[in-house]
């Protein structure tokens, strides 16, 4: 079966500290997304990983691709309070029909 | 540059009734996706558009269709809706060869 599986699913976290979102994905893929997502609100795109090794970085996020483990990670360094969304990762399948398949979503809280 | 614009921004339709929603893509943006938001199953892949074309398609009974015009603005009808249709949908353009995606606002869907 398909599956991206993301943990932890919710987190609180004070402000100023570190956390890292996991993202473990079942199927070959060619790219993997993180987005964020207000409530209400659509995805905003956050960053797009293509290869092993993969890091990319936006202010206090900081995104990584390994996937020969099948795995990406979403660090957050120093949180502050307008970090809190829901953070999703997805990826495009390369096996069978192509698709893309998000993982549950982090709901992420940082207290001030 | 305007971003991805869907409409109606918000629907109530009755069961069994069918309903066309609108995206339109950034300028310039070929290929548009499609994508279902619930609180229980989350978000799931409907098809994707490139130059009128489908190119890959979720797992969707037949009810959930969707075309692609000659200026890349797409539509997703569904027909004979249900109560479990409810729900955010989502559309997403991204440039040719460009792997990233852009999110439109949304359109939710209420079925009575």
């Known amino acids: 079966e398909l599956k991206v599986e993301q943990n932890p699913l919710f987190l609180s976290m004070q402000e100023g500290k570190n956390y890292t979102i996991y993202c473990n994905y079942s199927t070959t893929s060619d790219r993997l997304y993180w987005y964020r997502q207000d409530p209400g609100k659509s995805l905003e795109s956050l960053f797009v990983?293509?290869?092993?090794?993969a890091v990319k970085q936006e202010g206090r996020l900081m995104a990584s691709l390994d996937t020969k483990a099948r795995l990406s990670t979403l660090h957050i360094t120093a949180a502050v309070h307008d970090l809190s969304a829901t953070y999703f990762c997805?990826?495009?399948?390369?096996?069978?029909?192509?698709?893309?398949?998000f993982g549950t979503g982090t709901r992420l809280k940082v207290l001030a | 540059k305007a971003g991805v614009t869907q409409t109606p921004r918000y629907l109530i339709k009755t069961r069994g009734q069918q309903v066309t929603l609108s995206c339109s893509p950034i300028?310039?943006?070929?290929?548009v996706s499609w994508y279902q938001q619930t609180p229980g199953q989350g978000l799931q892949f409907l098809f994707e558009y490139f130059s009128e074309t489908q190119r890959n398609k979720g797992n969707f009974p037949g009810r959930f269709s969707g075309r692609q015009f000659s200026n890349s603005r797409s539509e997703m009808n569904v027909s004979t809706l249900e109560l479990g249709d409810s729900a955010l949908y989502l559309c997403?353009?991204?440039?040719?060869?460009?792997?990233?995606?852009?999110f439109g606002p949304g359109t939710r869907l209420t079925v009575t």
């Open positions: 300028s310039g943006h070929r290929s």
């Open positions: 997805a990826v495009k399948t390369t096996s069978g029909t192509y698709k893309y398949i």
């Open positions: 997403a353009s991204s440039f040719e060869n460009s792997y990233e995606q852009y």
């Open positions: 990983l293509l290869s092993n090794g």
